[in-house]
Nanobody
């Protein structure tokens, strides 16, 4: 079974940056779309970014222009670089993986989930 392990969360001031990492097993990483989903109290959860096995990406409007998702196939790791962080970015960020339904990176079915990493942005 796949075990996704996130790291890189923490407390940061508004305007700062963080890079989240998610390590996965190679057999699953190679065939699945990978994504980052966030959930915060009192707010609707959303898929922040996704990247297919072929390298195509998709972003939610809330993070577009500030967030960048990438993957290192040699290390079986996906990253989320977050710049110009805002208090509204505060959430638990979950790494996930699933089989694609189409070419678009956002068109997939998350099946495996990590435990989540807390990101807190203070004003």
């Amino acid at each position: 079974q796949v075990q996704l392990v996130e790291s890189g969360g923490g407390l940061v001031q508004a305007g700062g940056s963080l890079r989240l990492s998610c390590a996965a097993s190679g057999s699953i990483f190679s065939i699945n779309t990978m994504g980052w989903y966030r959930q915060a109290p009192g707010k609707q959860g959303e898929l922040v970014a996704a990247i297919s096995s072929g390298g195509t990406t998709a972003y939610a409007d809330t993070g577009k222009g500030r967030f960048t998702i990438s993957r290192d196939n040699a290390k079986n790791t996906v990253y989320l670089q977050m710049n110009s962080l805002k208090p509204e970015d505060t959430a638990v960020y979950y790494c996930n993986a699933g089989r694609p339904r189409g070419i678009s990176a956002s068109d997939y079915s998350p099946t495996y989930w990590g435990q989540g990493t807390q990101v807190t942005v203070s004003s």
